[in-house]
């Protein structure tokens, strides 16, 4: 695995492992939970990276990194949005999939029926955002192989944590920081409109059939958040 060091909550640091052939992080014990919404923005530029490439298959049964016992699948919620993962019997940690970290942090929404009816338009089939394998489109809206229904990445979630990272950076400001922190807001505030105009929603469809229906709208969040303020 790969590790990287990100920002947590209350100034702490998290070391996050993760897999890029497998697209699957490993947490220790709450570190998800610790995930600072910083934190959160830069691992949608890792996830966007590793989806557009070949995925490996995963084994039904992993080892937990620490002890080596096996790994226990377990279903869990998320307001109204099922994600599953993998956590070590001994409480050492969890292994979750990049799609399913995208559920648990409520990114990932199911299309609606007017979303599928342009997606019909476009293409014939697109390739599942949790295992890659082909959805028909004319025959089903869930994959046949993993389950999981037609999904797509949620821009208005993501412009909600943005706003919300922005205002954490205001309340932590000293007072001469908060004079010139109106200006970096509406900054903000323009570029969100600039990187998630209504043209770009609207054409999510195409951009869909060749990078898939959650990479691409991680992709727009990536080139987003690359952008010089």
Not at 213 to 219: D, E, S, Y
Request: charged content about 20%; glycine content about 6%; hydrophobic content about 40%.
């Amino acid at each position: 695995m790969t590790r990287q060091g990100l920002e947590g909550q209350a100034g702490t640091s998290v070391v996050l492992d993760f897999c890029l052939p497998c697209q699957a992080f490993w947490f220790d014990a709450y570190e998800s939970l610790q995930l600072t919404p910083a934190s959160t923005l830069r691992l949608f530029g890792e996830i966007s990276t590793a989806t557009g490439a070949p995925q490996r298959p995963r084994a039904p049964f992993a080892p937990c990194p620490r002890c080596h016992a096996r790994l226990e699948p377990v279903h869990d919620w998320q307001r109204s949005t099922r994600f599953q993962y993998s956590r070590c019997p001994s409480g050492h940690g969890r292994l979750i999939t990049f799609f399913d970290f995208l559920r648990e942090k409520d990114f990932v929404r199911p299309l609606s029926p007017a979303q599928i009816a342009e997606l019909r338009v476009h293409a014939q089939s697109v390739n599942c955002a949790n295992c890659g394998a082909p959805i028909d489109l004319a025959a089903s809206t869930a994959c046949a192989h993993c389950g999981s229904p037609l999904s797509m990445f949620d821009l208005t979630h993501a412009e909600a944590l943005v706003a919300q990272l922005k205002s954490a950076a205001e309340a932590a400001a000293s007072p001469e920081r908060r004079a010139t922190l109106d200006i970096d807001l509406m900054r903000a505030r323009q570029q969100a409109e600039h990187a998630f105009p209504v043209n770009e929603r609207e054409g999510w469809a195409r951009d869909a059939v060749t990078l898939g229906t959650v990479t691409a709208g991680l992709l727009a969040v990536a080139r987003w958040l690359s952008e010089p303020a």
